[in-house]
């Protein structure tokens, strides 16, 4: 039954009809800036989904995803050399693949960001030469300073924490996951940058890997980011980079690049999850102002409960001044109604109540508020307050 409310009372709200769904959960509190199934909050956003890719072609990314290596040769333009920024880069396209050329050097996107969802492909080449850390070396670096490890690992060991798919020199991938050499494997990537608030870590950053769907790494803290034969201090990180490819000199392929950008955490100004008090407060105060012009356009009830629920979020004297006021005149109303026809007002008469109640019970309007003892009275003397 309680599905049934909530989805009706869902599509309702779609519309923007008032306050349906409203004093129903949990309500807002001093960390949570929402209630519980809050009809106010967001709908998330849409992402149309893309394909997975096969061993013979690449799938097609989301559709709200950023491509930086689609498999054209125009997709180049996108890429430079870490080295010499200005010159054009001599990573080549072949057969659709981004291809590091051997002593090349690194690449690096133009574009930069931070916190992402990063989906890549790669292949080490099909002829297997060399052992350990030199064959099919190469890397994806996150903002150019953590590398999540790119090694033809299969059947070929190597220190544990420079394996394919460890955070390089910080924490080995739980699993080996690898196709033979020459096969595409498949990287997602989910990257949380080290957070810093007036030089303390709020949030050491951290990378989720998996590798052609088998879990990697698992939210793995990134202790600095790591390094080559050298622990790194924990350090703050630029607000932005760009992706960084690594040239180990081992021609290793690239195809179907691409991230998403997340919303930011908590720490850094994200209104999801536990809130500090500022931070609720605040949004609570949005989320009500917001409330208060929706009420402004609409009429009579819907007017009222509105302005009412607004008072979860916020303890505004002229909204409670007026919600006081519209609950009485409301109520004094119904009471002119003929007793023959008080029936066709028991719904609204009762979801007022329920308004009140639950803003009472949470101490959103003071006991003395003028319609509450008013509204009890009447039901119970219309004996709507017997259950049948
Ligand atoms: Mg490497």
Redesign the pocket.
Known sequence: MRLIISVAALMVHASNLGADGAFYGDPPDAHHPWSIHDLNRPQPPRAEPGTFSSQAEPGKPPSDAIVLFGGTEADLSKWQPVKNPTEATKWIVQDGALLCVPKSGYIRTKEEFADCQLHIEWSAPAKVVGSS?NRG???VFLMGLV?V???DNYENPTYAD?FAGSV?GVNPPMANALQKPGEWQVYDIIFRRPLFKDGREVDPGALTVFCNGVLLQDHTPLEGGGGHKARSEPHPFPDKGPLQL?D?GNPVRYRNIWYRPLPPRAAEGGTDGLLTVEAATAKKMEIANNIRQDAARLEGKAKMLRLMESLCYEQNETALKDSAAMATTFLADVKQVPAAKIELRKGDVLELNKAVQYLAKYHFIPGDFAAKGELERFIKEQGWDKKR
Do not use: A, M, R, T
Request: charged residues 10%; glycine residues 16%.
């Open positions: 850390q070396n190469s890397g590398e490890q790119v090694l420079g390089y690594q180990h």
